[in-house]
């Protein structure tokens, strides 16, 4: 029995020593750094002025997969709070008329740091001046710098996206999955986390490194509201350290469902630091794993689909909530605004779901919107935790995505978050439910066929003596 089950670990390790197939992969990156001082997003509470200096500087990259008979996919990161749907369309449109890129093979993830440019997604935090809501227009030069901003950000994901189409080489792709530990969830102590850190990793032909592309599931808010100079928080910080330990090599971040988990600690710039050098010190040991070779590109479905708001004020109930002297009072006046000039209030919102599948070896899950950690939860119990990589903050950023958990509990991301993101009403509890169903539509049957049925995935824990004690027959 020894001899039988040396020679299976042995025939194992072989396996997982398999080369992948190359695969056509470029790289391209184009900073997106503001020119000059333009209001910052992510706070109410911050300085109601223009930034005052720049941290990091932010970056657009890409990622090119494929050939042109495969068709090739493009995954963007912006170190951005959000990249508005009607950007990411506009990317999309332009792409597809220049080098017949189908809409469902382009990702752009935001990195959801608070401290860049806003871009369209959070204007009402910009109207909050002091302790109340503005109903004047920002001041004239400081729109023109964020109208500036955000024609030119369109421009510039087309750029980089083409310039990765350009620098296609035969690669070699594999991927596996480490863990972090500064996320926490910021609702309930000690609540629902997840601590995955997926990694793909870009060598040439010869296994040269080119780019690794990650994701945690943590907010970009080290840094708070007292900060008001451009950076991108903990993704910047961990971008900068990896690419400086990698000379040559592009590292790119987007954040798992990250809407209810903050960094632990926060507040200063040795916190951020500190965290960079978490998410470094991990990729660095998954650089040298035994990852899991990707033997083709992705294949990629993506659907809308609609989510319901609990209920759409009447004008009457309008005219009540806008004597309120929050951001719900605020957005009641907006929308007795839309009213008055002839537009509707939306009963439901748009919602894209994006699914790319490598083969059977990795699927990566594409969610709109600030998603709560019980998705990503829910989707790994049902799917298997040992090959999905979820996204969040990808294609769209139009509010919250609250679980039915997280609605029935009420709370900000459920509740107050919807009107800063001038939208009518928390969403429907059923939204959940959609949702995970999309997903499971859009997910090849070959797929979910030969996932493990019972999959739970724990955290493991040293003992009191410092000791990590692993058994086998705990392992499934």
Known sequence: MLCVLMLSGIVAFAQTQRPGALIDVGVARVDITPEGPIRLTGYAARPKKESDGVIHRLYAKALAIGNDSQRPTILITVDLVGIPGSIRGKVAAQLAEKVGIDPAHLAICASHTHGGPEVGNLLNILQYRGDHFSDSLL??????????????????????ALAAMNDRKPSLLSWGQGQAAFGINRRTPGGPVDTALPLLRVTDADGKLKAV?????????????????????????????????H????AMIALGCAGDQNPDPRGTIEDMEAHGREIVRNVDK????????????????????????????????????????????????????????????PHVLD?????????????????AGEVVVDYS????????????????????????????????????????????YNKPSPFDPKVEDLIVTAVHELMPESFKAERPENNSPKVVQPGADNVILLKAEDAR
């Open 139 to 160: 001041a004239l030069d400081q729109m023109a710098h964020l109208s500036t901003y955000i024609d030119q950000l369109g421009k510039k994901l087309e750029e980089v």
């Open 213 to 245: 592309f990650l994701n945690y599931a943590c907010h970009g808010t080290t840094l708070g509201a007292d900060v008001n100079k451009v950076h991108g928080d903990w993704i910047a910080e961990a971008q900068k350290d990896i690419e400086a330990g």
């Open 247 to 250: 000379p040559g090599v592009t």
């Open 286 to 345: 998954l650089l040298t794993a035994q990852l899991q070779p990707l033997t083709s590109p992705p294949q990629a479905e993506m659907k809308w689909i609609q989510l319901p708001f609990a209920h759409v004020p009447t004008v009457d109930e309008l005219i009540a909530q806008a004597a309120d002297a929050s951001v719900k009072g605020y957005y009641a006046r907006l929308a007795l605004d839309r009213v008055a000039r002839g537009q509707e209030i």
């Open 351 to 367: 919602y894209p779901v994006q699914v790319w599948t490598f083969g059977n070896e990795l699927a990566m899950i594409n969610l």
């Open 377 to 420: 939860t829910r989707l790994k119990n049902e799917l298997g935790a040992e090959a999905l990589w979820v996204n969040a903050y990808s294609n769209d950023v139009p509010s919250y995505i609250a679980s039915r958990r997280v609605i029935g509990e009420g709370g900000y991301e459920a509740d107050a978050s919807m009107y800063w």
